[in-house]
């Protein structure tokens, strides 16, 4: 497959991943609109660089992302809580800063979000939990400043990498705020590795296994 980015039409070959410089917000919500139903190409906008990334994900990716979701749920269904989850969105702050997280969950502002079709960060909260795996791309935890997310999970090289929002900056930190009991730093590539080796229910079935019998 060629390489195409136009106002009219993006094509990217699997795993691709391309900068575009000196780009403005107009050119940003062009890209946005030109990708139409191509929800698995990533794009992100940063203001401070005037850059646009592009980025058509590995199928390898769909399905470590889709087992981390699903591991969250597990969490989340265990400590009894509810949430709202997204598997493809944009989260833009005007002008500023525009990414695509691999799925996100709305927590403990669920409720500020309920029945809406659209999530505006002008007058919305941000998700409580961004997720990102990162297999060709590497994703920066800075990108995430402008949107305020108060934790964003990094899964890259088998690894969870977890990072908490103190209002002006992401610091890594060995727990997560949301799921304090739970070492989710240590469980989690366990888990979705076993998914990727062994399949998505089998990995899921032990991973609630273990949390009814030790937390």
């Given at each position: 497959?060629?390489?195409?980015?136009t106002?009219d039409?993006?094509d990217?070959?699997l795993?691709?991943e391309?900068?575009l410089?000196h780009?403005?917000?107009?050119?940003y919500?062009?890209l946005l609109?030109?990708?139409?139903?191509?929800a698995a190409i990533?794009?992100?906008?940063?203001?401070?660089?005037?850059?646009?990334?592009?980025?058509?994900?590995l199928?390898?990716h769909?399905k470590?992302s889709?087992?981390?979701?699903?591991?969250?749920?597990s969490?989340?269904?265990h400590?009894?809580?509810?949430w709202?989850s997204?598997?493809?969105?944009t989260?833009?702050?005007?002008?500023k800063?525009?990414?695509?997280?691999?799925?996100?969950?709305y927590?403990?502002?669920?409720?500020?979000?309920?029945?809406?079709?659209?999530i505006?960060?002008e007058?919305?909260?941000?998700p409580?939990l961004?997720?990102?795996?990162?297999?060709t791309s590497?994703t920066k935890?800075?990108?995430y400043?402008?949107i305020?997310v108060?934790e964003?999970?990094?899964y890259?090289?088998?690894t969870?990498?977890?990072?908490?929002?103190?209002?002006?900056q992401?610091?890594e930190?060995?727990?997560s705020?949301?799921?304090?009991?739970i070492?989710?730093?240590?469980?989690?590539?366990?888990?979705?590795?076993?998914?990727?080796?062994?399949?998505?229910?089998v990995?899921?079935r032990?991973?609630?296994?273990?949390l009814?019998?030790?937390?």
């Amino acid at each position: 497959m060629y390489l195409t980015i136009t106002k009219d039409n993006i094509d990217l070959p699997l795993g691709a991943e391309v900068i575009l410089r000196h780009q403005s917000w107009i050119d940003y919500q062009e890209l946005l609109t030109s990708r139409q139903d191509k929800a698995a190409i990533k794009i992100y906008f940063d203001a401070t660089t005037h850059e646009i990334r592009i980025i058509a994900p590995l199928p390898e990716h769909g399905k470590k992302s889709d087992t981390l979701s699903d591991l969250v749920k597990s969490l989340l269904r265990h400590l009894r809580k509810d949430w709202e989850s997204f598997d493809s969105i944009t989260l833009k702050r005007f002008e500023k800063k525009g990414v695509e997280p691999d799925a996100c969950f709305y927590i403990q502002n669920r409720e500020a979000i309920l029945g809406k079709e659209r999530i505006d960060l002008e007058s919305d909260p941000p998700p409580d939990l961004a997720l990102e795996i990162d297999l060709t791309s590497f994703t920066k935890f800075e990108d995430y400043t402008a949107i305020g997310v108060p934790e964003l999970w990094i899964y890259r090289n088998q690894t969870l990498n977890i990072y908490l929002f103190d209002g002006q900056q992401y610091r890594e930190s060995l727990k997560s705020s949301l799921f304090p009991t739970i070492p989710v730093k240590e469980l989690i590539p366990i888990y979705v590795e076993r998914a990727w080796n062994a399949g998505s229910s089998v990995a899921l079935r032990e991973f609630e296994n273990i949390l009814r019998e030790q937390y």
